[in-house]
Structures are given as C-alpha cells and as structure tokens.
Nanobody, 124 residues
Framework: QVQLVESGGGLVQAGGSLRLSCTAS????????MGWFRQAPGKEREFVAA????????DYADSVKGRFTISRENAKNTVYLQMNSLKPEDTAVYYC?????????????????WGQGTQVTASS
C-alpha cells in the first residue's frame, strides 16, 4: 500500500510560479513511476507529467511543455512539479499518482495509487 500526500498548491498571479510536492509512504517509492494529473471544474482529469523510477525518463502534456518540470528525490520519497509561467487555464486540482508500470502513468491508464489533490489557481 502506498499513500500519497500533495502539498504546495495555492493562489498565484498569471505568469507566476509554484512548486508542488507529493510525498509517499512506504519503503519502495523508488520502484514506482510517478505522475501528475489535473482536473479543472467541469472537465475530465488529464495527464500533466510522468517520471520513471530513476528519474531518467519523463513525459509531458503538450500544454505544459517548456513551462513545467517534474523531478523526484527517492531518498525523500518525494516527487515535485515545478510550474512556471502559469496561465489561468492551468487552474485545477492537481493530483499525484503512483504505479509500478510507467505506461500506466504516462497514458493515465488506471494508475494504482492516487493522492487527494491540491488546488492551484492562477488568476488573470
């Protein structure tokens, strides 16, 4: 069992930055692929970014490429999402997820574990 807790969300002006963190319980964090997803009001949840167990493989949604960076520190059981140049359309609840299969994260194919989410609001 893996429990995920997100933090770092908040209200920021458009053009600003935020860094989200997701800390996992358990001693096998380094075995899991991790990802970030988001869900805006009235919209379906969508993929944002994925990172492999070692950090050497990453993928991003086209809408965030060049602005967001996913990274991880296995020694701290934590994955990060650095968000720069935020836009109002980035406003959403952001969730992290974990799965032993990278493809499950990168294609949002029923990742096994989910966090509770953290709200990000970018105001215009």
């Amino acid at each position: 069992q893996v429990q995920l807790v997100e933090s770092g969300g908040g209200l920021v002006q458009a053009g600003g930055s935020l860094r989200l963190s997701c800390t996992a319980s358990g001693r096998t964090f380094s075995s899991y692929a991790m990802g970030w997803f988001r869900q805006a009001p009235g919209k379906e949840r969508e993929f944002v970014a994925a990172i492999g167990w070692s950090g050497s493989i990453t993928d991003y949604a086209d809408s965030v490429k060049g602005r967001f960076t996913i990274s991880r520190e296995n020694a701290k059981n934590t994955v990060y999402l650095q968000m720069n140049s935020l836009k109002p359309e980035d406003t959403a609840v952001y969730y992290c997820a974990a799965d032993l299969r990278y493809r499950a994260i990168a294609t949002m194919n029923s990742p096994t574990y989910w966090g509770q989410g953290t709200q990000v609001t970018a105001s215009s």
